[in-house]
């Protein structure tokens, strides 16, 4: 099983910039697909930004232009760069990878706040 932990979460203000880094147990070039979700406050999980396989990149609309997803395979880290930050942005953000048998692995997840 794939182990996933999260790091970098925290509390910023409207405007700020935050880094999360997820570090994964096995080799990222593994996945088909990786990538980052949230989870807003009373609704469901959604798409952040992801890798496809291995490096074409994909950004939901509300992260286009101010979230960056990059990679570090030889550390087998992801990362998620979040700028121009708002309340919007308030979240639970999980990073997940898909096995080549259709099964998603999530990390615990890390908490986002944005305030006005």
């Known amino acids: 099983q794939v182990h996933l932990v999260e790091s970098g979460g925290g509390l910023v203000q409207t405007g700020e910039s935050l880094s999360l880094s997820c570090t994964v147990s096995?080799?990222?070039?593994?996945?088909?697909?990786m990538g980052w979700y949230r989870q807003p406050p009373g609704k469901q999980r959604e798409l952040v930004a992801q890798?496809?396989?291995?490096?074409?990149?994909e950004y939901a609309d509300a992260a286009k232009g101010r979230f960056t997803i990059s990679r570090d395979n030889a550390k087998n880290v992801m990362n998620l760069t979040m700028n121009s930050l708002t309340p919007e942005d308030t979240a639970i953000y999980y990073c997940?990878?898909?096995?080549?048998?259709?099964?998603?692995?999530w990390g615990q997840g890390t908490q986002v706040t944005v305030s006005s």
């Open positions: 997940g990878c898909l096995n080549h048998e259709g099964h998603w692995d």
């Open positions: 096995q080799s990222l070039v593994n996945f088909p697909a």
């Open positions: 890798f496809l396989n291995v490096d074409r990149m």
